[in-house]
C-alpha cells in the first residue's frame, strides 16, 4: 500500500464472527491496492476482533479501532469515517462482500466525471437463490448523471421507496463528514441507521455518477435483514428504524435553506421518513394479528403520532387501512357548537347528488353556517353559490389529497365535514381517519340503496361495513337502507329526505292542473343516458309495446350521454324497435327549456334498476304528472303515492299496459294527476333544512333511525336474491338456468324457515343470506 490510500473502505463491525473473514477477503482481492481498510468494532462479544487481528497481522493496510462500548453502527461509521486518510470512502458491512473491482471502477468514474458521488449495482445473494426481485432491482442506479439540486429528488424521489444504503455508492470523504457534523454524536441508532447520513451526504453533493455494474454483494437474511415480527420487543426493535431519518431534520431544514429548491427537499426528505414508517407498519401488518397486533400499532403510533401514521400507510401502505380503522375510536357524539362546515364530493356538474349538495350548501350559509365545498376536480358549468360558500379544490396523489384536506379544515376552521362520496370510492375512508386524528368528525352521505355494491358486483359493502363505524353518522335515503346497515353492525345509521329541487319548488308555484290528453299523449324521462342502472333501452323497448297497442304517444328522452351508452347508441335501437315516428332523443336541455318540456308532457316514464332518492320523480309530480315506473320498492317516494303506478321491473310489457291504463279516461288520469302533485306537496312541507341542522347537533328524532322489522328483512333478501341472480347471468352469458334458480329457490326456502320460525332474528336472515348465494354460485360454477 501507498501512504496515500486513495479509498477507504469502512467497515462497521459487531459479533460478525461467521461472516467477517470473507468480508475482509473481499477488500483484500480488491484491483485497487492502494486502499485502506477501516474496521471499527462495535464493541462485539464473539470473536470478531480476533479474526480482524489475525488478519492485520498479514495486510497491514487493514487498521482496527475498538469501540469501550456498543453504540451502534451509526457512530460505528463515523469513527471511520473520522478516522480515514483517503479522499473517497466505501462502505462494507460485515455480513456482506465486495466485487473485487470495486474500487477501481468507482474510483475510476468518480475521477473522469469529476462525481463526488458514484452509484452502483448490487447483487442479493440468498441462501435458497431466491433474491427479492423487486428489492433487488430498487437498489440498481436509475441516472447515469445527475447535478445538484436534481440528486435528491431523483435518488429519493417523493411517493416512492426510500433506499438510503450507505454501501450502494462511493462518497467524496468531505460529503460525510459534512453530514455527521452536526448530528449529535451520543445517538445510537440500531435499524435504518445509514439512510440519514445518504440523505444529508447526497443534499449536500454537487455531481452524481453511476455505473450499472454490480459491485457489492448484500447477503439477504443475515443480521436483522428478513427476520418476521414475533413478539413486541421484536417489533420494538424494528421501530426503531424510524429513529435515523426523523433525527435529521434539523440539519435537512438548515441544507434545504441553501438550496435553490427547498420545497422539493423538505417533500423528498418527509416521504422518505413516511416510507419508513410505512415499512415498520407494514411489518405489524402482515407478520401480526389479534393483541400482538395491537399492541405494536399503539407502540407504532405512539412513536410517530397518528397523523404521521395515517399519511405513511396512505403514501405506501394502503394494506394498512383496515388494521388502523379498527384500531381508531369511533367520533362520539357531542353538544359541541358546529359552526364551519365542509361539504364533499367529486364534482359540481349536473347531477342528483351535486344538486343536494348545493341546496345543503345554500340551507346551513342561510343557518349562519360557514360552508366550505370540497371537489376532486372543478366543473366548467356556472354555479350560483350563496354569498360566503367557496370551492377548494383537493387534487394530487393520495398523500397530497390527504394533506390537502387536513389543510382545508385548518384553513376553514372546520368542525365537521360532511362527505357525499363514499358510495363509489374507498378513499374516503382515509380522509375521515385523518379527520379524525385531529379532532375533526365525518357524517357519510350514501346517495344510493344500500344494495348498490351488490348490483355492481363488488365488495364495497364488506368495505363500508368495516369502515362506517368511522363516521360520526352514515346519512341513508329510506328505512329499508336503514335496516340494511344495522344488520351489518352499522348502528350510528339514519335517513333523510332529499330535498326538493329549484325545478320542483317552481312547478308547485306556478304549474296548473294538468288535462286529460285530448290527442297523442306526451311521455317524458330525463336524467343521464344508462345502460346498467337507467336502463335507458327499456324505455326504447317500452315505446314498442306501447305502439304494438295502438297507443298514440311521443317518447321524449332527455339527458347527455354516460360512459356507458351514449345517445347514438340509442338511435340504434329507436330504429330496430321501429318506433322513430314515436321517440324523440332531445339531449341536454336547460332547466328552463325542462320546465317548458314539462309543461307539454302528461306523464313520466321510469325504467330504473336501482335508485337512492332520484329528484325527477319529485319534480315530475309537481308538475302534476303521474309516474309510470318500474317498482323500486324502497324508494320513501314509493310510499302511498297515489300519483305513480309501479309494474314489474324489467318487463316493459308490464309498463306499456300501466301506460295505457293510466289513460284510459279523464277520471283515472285526473286521479294520479292530483295524487302526483298532492304528493309533491307533502315532500314540499317536510323541513329538510331543519332535520339537516339536527343531524349536525345530535338531536335528530329517532324515527329517523328505526329498528329493523320482519318486513325489512324480507325486502332486503328478495333484492338480494334479484341483484344476485341477474350478477350471474351476465357472468355466464345466460338469460335463464334452471339449476341457478333451484339453487336460489332452495335457499330462499330456508330463509322462510328462518324468518318465520319460533327462533327468528332479523340479523340471522341478513347474515345467512350472502354466504348461501355464493355458496350456490359456486357450486354452479363448478359444474
Known sequence: MSSSPRVSIVMPLFNDEEFVAKALKSCLAQTLTDIEIICVDDSSTDATVEIVEETRRKDARIRLIRQPENRSAFQARRVGIEAATAPYILFLDGDDELAPNAASVTLRKAASAKADVVGFGVDIVTADSRAPRRFEAALQPKFGELSAPNIIPALFPVGEEANGHLWRYLFER?????????????????????????????????????????????????????????????????????????????????VAAKSPDPETLQRCYQSARLHLIASVLRSCVRETSGSLQRSCLALLEARVGKLDLIRAAVAFCGEALGPLSLATEGPLDSTSDRRSVLLHTAHLDTGGLQSVLLAQAAALSAAGYKVTIAVLRHTTREIDLPAGVTIELVGGDALDRVNRWLEICRDHSVDVIIDHHILYNENWAWRAL?????????????????????????????FLTAHLRLLLRVVTLSPSDVAFWKLRGVDNVVYLPNPLSPLALDALRTAHERPYPLGRVELVWWGRLDGPTKQVLDLVATARELKARGVDFRLRIIGPDSKNLTADSVRRAISGHGVDEHVELLGERTALELATLLADAHALMSTSAIEGSPLTLLEAQAFGLPIVMYDLPWLTTAQHNGGMIRTPPNSPVALADAIRDAFRNTERYQELSNAARDFARTAAAVDVDALTIALLNDTLPALYSPDPTLADSRLLIDWLVRFSEMNYQKDSGISNNGAMRRELDRTRRRLEQISEGPSFRVGRVITYLPRKMSEAIRRLRAR
Do not use: C, M
Open 174 to 254: 468531505s460529503l460525510l463528514t459534512k453530514a455527521y457534523e452536526d448530528v449529535d454524536p451520543h445517538l445510537s441508532f440500531y435499524r435504518a441507521n445509514d439512510l440519514p447520513i445518504t440523505f444529508l451526504a447526497l443534499a449536500n453533493a454537487t455531481r452524481y455518477v453511476s455505473t450499472g455494474e454490480r459491485l457489492y454483494r448484500y447477503h439477504f437474511r443475515r443480521g436483522t435483514s428478513g427476520h418476521v415480527t414475533e413478539s413486541v420487543e421484536r417489533f420494538a426493535f424494528l421501530l426503531n428504524g424510524v429513529d435515523p431519518i426523523t433525527s435529521i431534520a434539523s440539519q435537512v431544514e438548515e
Open 434 to 462: 385523518a379527520a379524525l386524528s385531529v379532532g375533526i368528525p365525518t357524517i357519510g352521505w350514501i346517495h344510493n340503496f344500500a344494495l348498490r355494491p351488490i348490483f355492481d358486483a363488488n365488495q364495497r359493502t364488506s
